[in-house]
């Protein structure tokens, strides 16, 4: 039996081309009756069987992809039990709220004294005041109308402090106290202290009041009672009222060899009345506290540095007592020591 040479046709339908990569190749003719005769043409080998390891690595691979995916399904069912979701509220259904560091607290606390005391004043140029509000809002805020006084009142705020903040959505709200004086042809009347809350944008280009400002309750309580505290001894508190009335008389006339002798041989600590201001009476003491931590508060009329106009200062003395007597410690005047 002879080799099948190149040309040779192994089916037995005759010579295929030299150079022909398939049987049918170059558009030769197939055998009769086949429809589609590259079918005949053998099959690929089977790619290389992989290894034990790989395929394992590979299933490996396979189920902790699929536990992504599972995991992140679920998660996307389960509400957000932490921070703002898409629509801007929180878990509880509320806006979240903004952190403000001290720095933009006490900033903010300005800008809304600032804008409460333009907003609250109103006089003749309107569009003078609606300017002066403008640069302090953001865009888009509304104030026109916002105050309407009669055309023949004029009014403005003389004081404005802040009272408080708090930290909300996009911002901050800070309660401010104003004393509103309202001006007519015949004086100057009193329009009250109110209060009101400003809202307002904390952003890193700057601070802006977000809207009108709405009134709140002023944070003063009612007229309510302290206790007292307990009246000295009465056999020494007519005593001690004296050396107490003394001690601040010494204060005041700079006296200080009384005031060694009523501190039991040196001055005792004291703080005198403001630079400026002088004293023009000084009252009877009030003794209060057992016998040992006596306290006494002095009354002194005393006049500012301008001004005819007289105040009745509190001075607190404090006393001591033992078996040398009454003995006064620190006398306090309010003003440097």
């Known amino acids: 039996m002879r ?3 190149p040309a040779w046709d192994p089916s037995g ?3 295929m081309p030299v150079g022909s990569a398939e049987p049918w190749a170059a558009g030769a003719a197939g055998p009769a009756g086949v429809l ?3 079918l005949l043409a053998p099959p690929e080998p089977p790619p290389p069987s992989q290894p034990w390891g790989a395929r394992v690595l590979k299933g490996l691979a396979r189920v902790l992809l699929w536990s992504l ?13 932490a921070g703002p979701t898409a629509t801007g509220v929180d878990a509880t259904g509320q806006p979240p709220t903004v952190t403000v560091e001290p720095s933009e607290r006490d900033r903010a606390e300005a800008v809304a004294a600032v804008f409460l005391r333009e907003y609250l004043t109103v006089g003749e140029d309107r569009a003078a005041r609606a300017r002066r509000l403008g640069g302090l809002t953001v865009r888009g805020v509304d104030l026109r109308r916002s105050v309407d006084v009669l055309p023949s009142v004029a009014q403005y705020a003389d004081l404005v402090v802040p009272a408080g903040s708090r930290s909300v959505a996009d911002g901050i709200e800070v309660i401010v106290i104003a004393h509103v004086l309202q001006a007519r042809s015949e004086g100057y009347h009193d329009g009250g202290t109110l209060a009101f809350v400003v809202p307002l944008a904390v952003r890193r280009e700057g601070i802006g009041v977000t809207g009108r400002p709405r009134p709140t309750a002023v944070p003063v309580g009612p007229r309510f009672s302290l206790p007292r505290p307990p009246a000295a001894p009465p056999s020494m508190s007519k ?7 003394q001690a601040v008389v010494a204060l005041v006339t700079d006296d200080q060899a009384a005031l060694a002798r009523l501190g039991g041989g040196r001055p005792p600590s004291a703080r005198q009345l403001p630079p400026g201001w002088r004293a023009v009476s000084v009252g009877p003491a009030e003794v209060t506290g057992p016998a040992g931590a006596l306290a006494a508060e ?6 500012p540095p301008t001004g005819p106009v007289s105040y009745s200062l509190p001075v607190q003395v404090q006393l001591r007592a033992d078996a040398r007597g009454i003995t006064v410690r620190r006398i306090d005047a309010g003003g440097s020591p």
């Open 239 to 245: 005593l001690a009222g004296r050396v107490a009335h």
């Open 13 to 15: 339908h005759g010579p």
């Open 36 to 38: 589609f005769p590259e």
């Open 298 to 303: 002095v009354p002194v009329r005393a006049r």
């Open 69 to 81: 995916i599972t995991v992140g399904a679920v998660r996307g069912l389960l509400p957000d039990q």
């Open 3 to 5: 080799e099948p040479g």
